[in-house]
């Protein structure tokens, strides 16, 4: 049964159409070419196919005999619309329109029965016959790869004005080119497509056809379906390594790309829509959102938040109605600007992702004790986050940089527990941000293309919610770049190539902690714009270590001269950290302070794990 909204100009369409067929098969020629009604896809068909008449006229003979009862009995009676009937109506039908690899057939438009060819009966294909019907349902297997996008608020003129340009450029094949767009959200082009009258859908890249064959069906398929239902396909670049190279140069419907374009070359050409096309308009909704004198409040903080953390506009409200009222009370504006950054931060809920955990940053610069130097260029990472907006943006050094770079990437090299982790911890916390913590072992895979696609899940991951990234011993994949000697090697290096090309497009903070840097490739180091070496702790830094290592509401029986014993024993602070942990247990399990014997045990313990003898220590009895 039709849809009743197709009823009423398909009945209008076919009074004309039904008629003028049945008599053209008693002169047995075709009628000339009808009058489309705009109401049916016909039209759309034969432009999205580039048909010749004759064939588009073939799918209107086809379909008025499906749906037109009369026009039906007479070729029921005449042995149906055969190959030997079409070429007697329409003598410029050619034997490419009905070949295989025609585009009416290769499309699944129509299907010729068996037997001999000239007696082969034409049929359209059952979707296609609902289709022009009025039906605007997407078959089950063309359906699985794809989901509809709904806008969640109407686009601004600004951002439909810019996706109209590029998708109106046409290359030399008459294909609208590929539209990259870095900075803009999926529901952000439904909006900008709703403009133009496109609906828009989003391609779920692990459901395509895994067999070549089936999956250039489904290719061509959706760009018919794409054609006929005036739809455009939003493609992540996040995920880009899921698919196959030659996806993007094939899909021949509307194509939009959220991110950077992919490292191989396109045949297809490229049209990329600057950030700051979209960003303008991101902006202006997170200024109509906290309005104007909170607006002016936080000045470029607030283009800084909008810019980092991809909000839609359900959290975005949420935001504004929760933190809005705190902001507008707080006195000092750098206050104003964190509680903005604390609140849009965690307006995201995080989702599972192989190979990383999300969690809550701990501590504060007074719990680091690393030496000066070392603290400076700390601090400068806090502060090339934080001034990212005005230097970046506002100055204009991102434009100049070709819009990479934007981020901060650091690199956190020195021996297992010199402070790397709890330094990351503390920009985060500084920062307010909470941390998606990697673990490369479960990130890395000895399948082709895994890795690549785990790492673009985990950035897809840090960009939704504007986490601080920290990849630990990342000398696992940042080792120097082997030989090639199979094929495992080249994808190997394509991986690290595909890691680090991200972390520069990434507009947040990346730290990559390593015990080894002595193992990573030069050519590596050079692309972090920040390069941090955590020695061992000093004597003096020993001692401020241990008296951190207890907390304000740990009962301490140590004194002075206990604490300068103690920092004489050359221990990372990390390990200085699990030996005041060994004795806060020793001292809850008998009931009493933390005493010099208990750290002096613990201590041993520690240094027993790396096979070091404990020294003699000059304190009070435990010596």
Known sequence: MLPDRAVDPLAEWLAAVGPRWRDALEQGRAPAMASLHPALPLARLGAALALEPAALTLVELLFAAETDEALALRLEAAGGVTVALAQRLLPALTPDDLALAGALRSHDVLHVGEGPRVR???????????????????????GAAVRRIEPTEPAPASAIRALALALAERGPDGLSPIVAIDGARADQVAASAAGLGLA????????????????????????????????VLVVTARAEAALPADLLDDLTGHVVLLGNPPAHGLARPIRIVASSEAHDDVAARWLRAFGAPTAR??????????????????QLARVAAEAGPRIA???DATAAARLLWRAAARAVSPVAVTGCVRREPQGGWDDLVVPQALAATLRRIESHLRHAEQVMHGWGFAARMGGRGTGVAALFAGPSGTGKTMAAEVIAAALDLPILEVDLAQLTSKYIGETSKNIAAIFAEAERTGAAMVWNEGDAIFGARGQVVQASDRHVNAEVGDLLQRIEAFTGLTIVTTNLKASIDAAFLRRFRFVADFPLPSEV???????RAFPPGTPLALDEATWGALATVGLS?????NAALGAAFAAAAAGTEVRAAMVVEALADELAKSGQPMPVLAIGGAA
């Open 120 to 142: 082969a009966r034409l049929r359209l294909d059952p979707a296609m016959l609902d289709r022009l019907g009025g039906g605007g349902l997407i078959e089950p297997w063309l």
């Open 329 to 331: 009370a707080e006195p």
């Open 541 to 547: 830094e020993r001692r401020a270590i241990w008296r």
């Open 297 to 314: 409040r936080l000045g470029p903080a607030i283009a800084g938040a909008a810019r980092r953390f991809a909000l839609d506009a359900a």
């Open 200 to 231: 828009a859908f989003r391609l779920l890249p692990d459901a395509l056809p895994v067999d070549p064959v089936d999956r250039r069906r489904w290719q061509r398929r959706w760009a018919l379906h794409a054609a006929l239902e005036e739809a």
């Open 573 to 577: 602070g990390g390990a200085i950290r």
